[in-house]
């Protein structure tokens, strides 16, 4: 078995805007970052797989993948903040096929580990819109990948970016086969992730949400894991974890005012990479979401790889330059008490 497995999204380059914050150099400042502390050259990167019709159909509408396809064999936006190039269609197609990739090989116990470095990313994205910088949403089509073809019936999504995953959220708002955790920061884009959001139908208690006010840091995203995120993956017990990892929390990051460190970021996937060995095999897999500042980039990347490989590492960024505020203990308490813990 593989300590890890990675996907590179290769020739992802060619999806990309001038100025646009979601730019290559995001993924290629990681790649440099981990092979420059020797975790990137051992460990196998993954080739996409092809991403089954009746999977891609189950999450997002045939229309909006038409209007997406369209869209990009002209270049253009799907909205203000979104957008694509003439590559972009076979890109997100292939960073689904890795983020696919990635969580199969660990679900069948080929790596212990897995980190998708997609792009464009996906969280954002909902059944019938891309929005937010993303375009398919690569960690739900993975989720829905495993539960289709691999026998799994429960899975957990953790959303560690600083936005809300709303098209995480909505795609999986009524069922019962994917519990979805988010924290993000509040008020903030896109506006959804209240803490009374909690799923409705079979979906109902399958929505989890802990909005962050703004100067939230190491201490806030610890103790809500502890107090929050790891009693209900007791609850729920899914057969695996799948991480939308953002390194947007980081307190560099130019769109965010959260006050995550790189160290504080290992901490949280020591945490859950705990648990899956106490209670799914280990099974836990990251897929890139969002994150904007280089040097976080660097320094994240190589804190939650240290936490994958189960290494020590230094983290070069360090504590963010102000205190953590601590409006959110206030919504701890709510939060506790909506979910009986
Ligand atoms: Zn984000």
């Known amino acids: 078995m593989h300590e890890l497995v990675y996907f590179y999204p290769e020739g992802h380059a060619a999806h ?38 009746a999977v891609l159909e189950a999450i997002h509408a045939p229309d909006y993948l038409k209007t997406l396809q369209r869209a990009s064999a002209r270049g253009q936006h ?3 903040d979104t957008y694509t190039t003439t ?11 890795g983020a696919l990739a990635v969580s ?11 980190f ?10 909902t059944q019938n819109r891309g929005m937010g910088f993303c375009l398919l949403n690569n960690i739900a089509l993975a989720a829905e990948d495993l539960l289709q073809n691999t026998g799994a019936q429960r899975l957990a999504i953790i959303d560690l970016d600083q936005h809300h995953g709303n098209g995480t959220q909505d795609i999986f708002y009524t069922r019962g086969d994917v519990f979805y955790f988010s924290t993000h920061q509040s008020p903030h884009y896109p506006g959804t992730g209240r803490v009374d959001e909690i799923g409705v139908g079979q979906g109902k208690g399958m929505t989890a949400n802990f909005p962050l006010s703004a100067y939230s840091g190491d201490m806030a995203f610890t103790t809500v894991t502890d107090a929050l995120i790891l009693p209900l993956l007791d609850r729920y017990a899914p057969q695996m974890i799948l991480v939308s990892y953002g390194f947007d929390p980081h307190w560099r990051d130019p769109l965010g005012s959260l006050l995550l460190s790189a160290a504080g970021y290992k901490t949280l996937i020591e945490r859950l990479c705990a648990w899956a060995d ?23 990347a190589q804190g939650v790889v240290a936490a994958l490989l189960s290494r020590s590492w230094e ?6 330059p102000q205190p953590e505020a601590e409006a959110w203990l206030s919504m701890l308490g709510q939060a506790k008490n909506l979910w009986g813990l």
Do not use: F
């Open 16 to 53: 990309y805007e001038r100025d646009h914050p979601e730019r290559p150099e995001r993924v290629e400042t990681m790649r440099r970052a981990l092979d420059e502390i020797g975790w990137w050259q051992p460990y196998p990167k993954l080739p996409p797989i092809e991403t089954p019709a």
């Open 78 to 80: 799907l909205d203000m």
């Open 87 to 97: 590559a972009s269609w076979d890109l997100a197609v292939n960073a689904v096929g």
């Open 104 to 114: 199969q090989a660990v679900w069948h116990g080929d790596a212990r580990r897995g």
């Open 116 to 125: 998708a470095l997609t792009r464009p990313p996906g969280h954002h994205a």
């Open 278 to 300: 106490a209670n799914c095999q280990g099974r836990i897999a990251l897929v890139l979401e969002g994150g904007y500042d280089l040097d976080a980039a660097a320094a994240c």
């Open 315 to 320: 983290d070069p960024l360090g504590a963010p």
